[in-house]
């Protein structure tokens, strides 16, 4: 399939049926790879990934689905490139473009993947941002597809802090109609914009209290509370023991409840093991969907 957008930067750049669309698609390449069949949608294309910050599944799920697209992945940390000895975004971004097909991008500063998409004429992908991690919600909501059959009327809990994985899961519900309750603590809620422009599509509930966000849920979703631009060891304070996904706060979602996390994990801070590792768990499937859809994204964004 092919998107009108030519980078994703957000999540917000899609539109519902695109969204849905791409969810299709990686089902289908996830069967057809448990088939044993490889389609060579990307041969000879490259991908350039540059990375500002460390990356275990975002890092290995895009090399390898590159490869198994017949195409080609090219691994940097921006430590290693010119950009550490000040060569501006702008010429890296337009030298990029002369010798790959596509950009992914883990960086601090949002902007800089707006620069980058501004200056390239190839499509840049966000790997994560301090604001955004829409590769990650692309295979969140894959997995809630599988396990749930449909994406209608259910609800996702949040629960902790309001960050990057968070603005890209209030996108991915508005795009799919699912409601949506957040609980954080007060000044960790979400970016004001991403709710302001969802709730249009979807009801986002902000609230303070973890049991009010899970009451009903179909789905219960957290992340670390310390994000590799946010490490300050004081902040676990303000999110302990109240916001911890423990097997109490589980039970009071529906009894087919599923859990979600992101990865990597703290257990006994946002999570505990009983639920992280416990019946309702789909982490592991969550993680095995990045390879999946990000395929389906690589091959719906780079064009012939
Ligand atoms: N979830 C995620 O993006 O993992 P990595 O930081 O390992 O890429
Ligand atoms: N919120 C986390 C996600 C890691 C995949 C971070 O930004 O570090």
Not at 44 to 50: A, F, G, Q, S, V
């Amino acid at each position: 399939m092919k998107l009108k957008t030519k980078d994703l930067l957000t999540l917000g750049e899609l539109t519902p049926k695109e969204f849905s669309g791409l969810l299709d698609f990686s089902i289908k390449l996830k069967k057809e790879l448990n088939q044993g069949k490889y389609t060579p949608l990307l041969k000879n294309k490259t991908l350039t990934m540059i990375f500002q910050k460390p990356s275990t599944r975002t890092r290995v799920s895009f090399e390898t689905g590159m490869f198994q697209l017949g195409g080609h992945a090219i691994n940097l940390s921006s430590n290693d490139m010119q950009l550490s000895r000040g060569e501006s975004i702008e010429d890296t971004a337009k030298t990029l473009s002369r010798y790959s097909d596509c950009i992914l991008a883990r960086v601090y500063d949002h902007e800089l993947l707006n620069n980058l998409s501004k200056h390239s004429s190839i499509p840049v992908i966000n790997g994560l941002s301090d604001s955004f991690h829409p590769c990650q919600i692309l295979a969140d909501f894959m997995t809630i597809k599988e396990k749930k059959k449909n994406l209608k009327k259910l609800k996702i809990a949040w629960i902790g802090d309001g960050n990057n994985v968070c603005n890209s899961m209030i996108y991915g519900a508005a795009l799919s109609g699912i409601e949506m309750s957040i609980a954080t603590p007060k000044n960790f809620e979400p970016d004001k914009t991403v709710i302001k422009e969802s709730k249009k599509a979807t009801s986002i509930e902000l609230t303070t209290d973890p049991f009010i966000a899970t009451k009903n849920a179909d789905v219960v979703v957290t992340d670390t509370y310390s994000s590799i631009h946010n490490r300050d060891p004081k902040r676990i304070k303000k999110f302990l023991p109240k916001f911890q996904v423990n097997s109490k706060l589980m039970n009071n979602a529906k009894n087919d409840a599923i859990f979600l996390h992101c990865l990597p994990a703290k257990r006994g801070q946002e999570v505990t093991s009983s639920v992280i590792d416990g019946p309702g768990s789909v982490v592991w499937d969550e993680a095995e969907n990045r390879l999946h859809t990000q395929k389906a994204l690589l091959a719906s964004l780079i064009h012939a």
